[in-house]
C-alpha cells in the first residue's frame, strides 16, 4: 500500500503562483511498483477533472488542456514527492487538488485522464483564487 499526502494548496489572487507537493509513503517495493502519479481536481459540483500526470520512470508529462503552459508538474523520485508548479492562477483553477498513483500499467501511464483508473489517492488540498 501507498499513502498519499499533499501540501501547499492556499488562497491566492488571481495570476500568483501556488507549487503544490505530494510525499509518498510505503514500503520502497509498493512505492517502486508505481508507474504514473499525477494531480486531479474538483471544484464545488463540478466533475472531478485530471489535470496532469508523470509517468515515474520516464518523465513523461501530460497535461489537460485547461492548464497547458501554465503548469508543471514534476517529481523528485530519491525523495518520493510529486509536485504540482501553478502559475497564473485563474478563478477557475479553485478546486480541491487530488495526488493520484497507479501501478500495473507497464511503466507508462494510462492513456486517459480517467480518475476510476488510478488506485492511490490522497486527501487532497484547497487551492483557492481569487478575482
Known amino acids: 500500500q501507498v499513502q498519499l499526502v499533499e501540501s501547499g494548496g492556499g488562497s491566492v489572487q488571481a495570476g500568483r503562483s501556488l507549487r503544490l507537493s505530494c510525499a509518498a509513503f510505503g514500503y520502497t517495493y509498493s512505492i517502486d511498483s508505481i508507474d504514473c502519479m499525477g494531480w486531479f481536481r474538483q471544484a464545488p459540483g463540478k466533475e472531478r477533472e485530471g489535470v496532469a500526470t508523470?509517468?515515474?520512470?520516464?518523465?513523461?508529462?501530460y497535461y489537460a488542456d485547461s492548464v497547458k503552459g501554465r503548469f508543471t508538474i514534476s517529481q523528485d523520485n530519491a525523495k518520493n514527492t510529486l509536485y504540482l508548479q501553478m502559475n497564473s492562477l485563474k478563478p477557475e483553477d479553485t478546486a480541491m487538488y487530488y495526488c493520484?498513483?497507479?501501478?500495473?500499467?507497464?511503466?507508462?501511464?494510462?492513456?486517459?485522464?480517467?480518475?476510476?483508473?488510478?488506485?492511490?489517492w490522497g486527501q487532497g488540498t484547497q487551492v483557492t483564487v481569487s478575482s
Open positions: 508523470i509517468v515515474r520512470g520516464g518523465g513523461t508529462t
Open positions: 493520484v498513483a497507479v501501478a500495473g500499467w507497464n511503466g507508462y501511464c494510462p492513456p486517459t485522464l480517467r480518475s476510476d483508473v488510478y488506485n492511490y
